[in-house]
């Protein structure tokens, strides 16, 4: 039963069973944007770090890394949705929310933003050598509340923008980061339009509100061309596939 012959046959089966996002799919396109608006994303974050490693401080650094975390949930979550994995997919998208919504409030003040990753740092290097792993893991930084302050208040922010922006947060959150919602119960494994089309959706848009605040942390460097260069066409070509347009809250309005 646990032979590593029947462990590979249920490892090819569930790789197996996967979407094609070609063009004879019905969410062809979608599947494509997500995965090269990933892909832009992450190229032009290299390209920032390589050209300008000699602007980056503290001003940026903290946005910077929760950038790359928001990335590689875009990844994970075309993975996710590729394998009809959609409860795990919902909770890659809530992440991928409380991302936009942390960097955009760090940008709103950079220099509290560096004050929060100094402080951090310097309690990293004051943790006792000796404790152990667990211990260690299990610190309690200071720089986590400010964090979840920060989060708190874009929440507050977009509920006031618009109750229905806290309502579909709500949903995000309940949908499949906690058990309290039905929903999705038995579509995990086979193909669900609906399903699908929801998360790749909201994968796309919210690469474009990524896009959005990497363009804000580093706007006063030299890096603000080269990202709007770099960017720009991902999204115009978001914009294109999202006819309906993409959200007030994602634009940087509020």
Known sequence: MHSEERFHEIEQKLLEESEEYDNSHPNGQLGRTLLTTAEVLAR???KVHRNIYDEIDEQHQYQDIFFSKGVNALFALYRLVKHNQYDAAYREVRYLFESYLVIKGLNRDKNEAARILKRQKEEIQNI???KGQVE??????ESVDDLHDILSDEKSKLKDMDPTYGKIYNFLSNRSTHPVRIEGASLDGDRSDVEETQLLKWGILLGFGLAQQFLVTYYETSAKDLIMKETEPTIEHI??????GVPTFLTDSY
């Open 128 to 130: 006792d050598a000796d």
């Open 239 to 244: 914009e294109a596939v999202i006819p309906e």
């Open 136 to 141: 260690r893991v299990l610190h309690e930084y």
């Open 44 to 46: 032009v974050q290299q």
